[in-house]
């Protein structure tokens, strides 16, 4: 099995800054991409930022030179810095990873419980 444990979420005031961490663990061969989306109360769950394998990044524009997604291959572990947050950043945020458990295996993917953000004054 496979476990995406995310943390670093909380709540802090407009301008702020967060950092989410989600450490991947289990019966793992390699993980491929890895990302975070997040989901408003009343809203369909969204990309934030996306991180291939190579290093490649993606992200969403409303998120764009302000938040910024890394990963340490070595923790299977990906991050999320967030900073200038705003209130319309309050959402639960969720890590994704694409994961092949075995050599022969084709990529599955995983997700986490999620963690609360809230920006608020």
């Known amino acids: 099995q496979v476990q995406l444990v995310e943390s670093g979420g909380g709540l802090v005031q407009p301008g702020g800054s967060l950092r989410l961490s989600c450490a991947a663990s289990?019966?793992?061969?390699?993980?491929?991409?890895m990302g975070w989306y997040r989901q408003a109360p009343g809203k369909q769950r969204e990309l934030v930022a996306t991180i291939t394998r190579e290093g490649s990044t993606n992200s969403t524009d409303s998120v764009k030179g302000r938040f910024t997604i890394s990963r340490d291959y070595a923790k299977n572990t990906v991050y999320l810095q967030m900073n200038s947050l705003k209130p319309e950043d309050t959402a639960v945020y969720y890590c994704n990873a694409e994961v092949a458990r075995r050599s022969w295996s084709g990529y599955l993917n995983y997700w986490g419980q999620g963690t609360q953000v809230t920006v608020s004054s």
């Open positions: 289990g019966s793992i061969f390699r993980i491929n991409g």
